[in-house]
């Protein structure tokens, strides 16, 4: 996602950290220096303050003076002369040279020499603050010069260079101190926008598959905030939905039932009628032959009657399994049995079909393969569907030949949501022109196998009802050694 929130977050906070040390830099650069002039200024005058307080208490003891400003000059790096109207040195802190210097700008200021060369800071009757050069050493000073209540003159001077460099060196020390927290800054934004987008991008996952009808999706993260609430809230509708959907399935099919129902229904009537009677024929006409032949003793021998009495009995269960089949296939087509949408396991619904046909297996010395190992569920009326996969079984074991080999297999499409079953055995091909018919009642291809094994041509209509009410996808497939049945169910 090139507009993750992720992303989103790290760059609108990166962007702030940068910001923010861009601008403290230029502020720093710029208004420093001039915060350390105004802050010598205040300096100066607190040390001017000291000295006229000093003088006034003590009478011009420049002595005591000194000690009393002896902190506050060690502190601020400042230097400062006195000077009486004599022009004699009263009292100083600095070196003899320095003196020197310092008295010279004090009678150039005195004389009103000085003051074009220097920027004046501030002023009153008492002193003038200036920034200035200084003539004889070349230094740059901040210099507050004036007269005190005893009428002696005074210069404070510090240096600016000082200044200068500190500000250096605090503008390069915040500058690495800057660069230190913008790496830091950057990992903890880059963590936290993860911590915090994470949910939101799994939420949106979520919604994917929900809008997918994927209701399998839940949110995991978890949390007591706001996007906690939401994602239990995802949850519950996710729940909620699902039971929906399922509801709606099967509403719609009813509608569905509802709207062919008429129509079909004198159709199938017709069809159901011509197709009984000419199915019963044959079972009927053997019934009652050989019925008559006991009746009329035609053969005395024990093991005749006994064949006479199993091939009716054995009419009988082939006419009682067709009329059961004809009954449920009717129901089927006029839209008489109820169908419940339900979510199940598919590959244990096939697992168990083929252990209850263990015994058909050994007898047929079939070799049934399939993998049962991994779950997978789909959305059908389970009963229905163990119609379907049972006739696709009980087929592939009455055309089974070759190599005997029962393939059974459970493709998912992922794409189309749809779950494919096949169930593949060895054996001859169904003719081309047949493929279309076997859906169609009563119809086989080879009657005297399907009367062999008990067929009555019903099987696969049954699945075509039951496929088309679930409005599925299904089919054969001719392969060159045998043939392939399958039918597709919703995954999701």
């Known amino acids: 996602m090139n507009r993750s929130i992720k992303r989103q977050i790290a760059t609108i906070f990166i962007g702030l950290v940068v910001a923010i040390m861009l601008i403290s830099t230029f502020i720093n650069s710029q208004f420093l220096e001039r915060y350390y002039v105004y802050n010598k200024q205040e300096t100066l005058i607190n040390v001017y303050k000291k000295m006229e307080k000093a003088v006034k208490d003590t009478g011009s003891s420049y002595e005591d003076m000194g000690e009393e400003l002896s902190k506050v000059i060690e502190v601020s790096n400042i230097m400062y002369v006195v000077m009486g109207n004599n022009q004699q040195v009263l009292y100083s802190t600095s070196s003899e040279r320095q003196v020197k210097e310092m008295c010279s700008q004090l009678v150039g200021y005195l004389l009103n020499i000085n003051q074009a060369k220097g920027k004046l800071l501030k002023e009153n009757d008492n002193y003038e603050i200036r920034s200035t ?35 250096v060196l605090s503008n390069q020390f915040m500058i690495f101190i800057m660069l230190i927290m913008a790496v830091v800054g950057c990992v903890f934004v880059w963590y936290f926008s993860r911590r915090i987008a994470n949910p939101i991008l799994e939420l949106a996952a979520i919604s994917e598959r929900m809008a997918d009808l994927d209701f399998e999706a839940k949110y995991t993260s978890g949390g007591e905030n706001e996007i906690g609430v939401l994602g239990e809230n995802f949850n519950v509708m996710s729940e909620k939905l699902e039971q929906t959907v399922s509801e709606l399935k099967s509403a719609n099919y009813e ?31 053997l019934i009652q032959g050989y019925a008559e032949g006991l009746k009329e003793g035609i053969s005395d021998d024990p093991e005749s009657r ?58 047929k010395e079939a070799d049934v393969r399939m993998d049962t190992s991994q779950s997978v569920y789909v959305w059908a009326d389970e009963w229905k569907v163990e119609q379907v996969f049972r006739n696709y079984f009980s087929n592939a074991l009455n055309h089974l030949e070759g190599e005997n080999v029962i393939d059974i297999r459970v493709v998912v499409n992922e794409e189309k949501g749809t779950a494919r079953i096949s169930v593949f055995n060895t054996g001859k091909q169904i003719p081309q022109e047949d493929i279309d018919q ?9 009657k005297a196998r399907t009367r062999e094994y008990g067929g009555n041509g019903i099987g696969l ?23 392939e049945f399958w039918f597709e169910l919703d995954v999701r």
């Open 255 to 285: 509608l569905q039932k509802d709207i062919e129902k008429k129509e079909k229904m004198e159709t199938m009537r017709t069809e159901f009628i011509g197709n009984v009677s000419h199915e019963l024929k044959t079972p009927i006409a």
């Open 133 to 167: 050069k200084d003539i004889i050493g070349g230094g740059e000073y901040i210099e507050m010069w004036g007269t005190l209540s005893d009428g002696s003159n005074f210069l404070i001077r510090s240096p600016l260079e000082s200044i200068r460099e500190s500000v």
């Open 306 to 363: 006994a064949f006479y009495c199993d091939v009716i009995m054995d009419e009988a269960a082939k006419m009682n399994k067709m009329v059961r089949n004809l009954l449920t296939l009717n129901q089927l087509e006029l839209g008489q049995e109820e169908v419940s949408f339900e979510r199940f396991d598919v590959m244990q619904l096939i697992q168990g079909i083929v252990q209850s046909c263990d015994i058909l297996i050994q007898q």
């Open 438 to 446: 076997i859906w169609n009642k009563f119809y086989k291809v080879d």
């Open 461 to 483: 209509s049954i699945v075509k009802a039951i496929m088309d009410s679930f409005q599925k996808e299904y089919g054969v497939k001719n392969y060159n050694n045998g043939v």
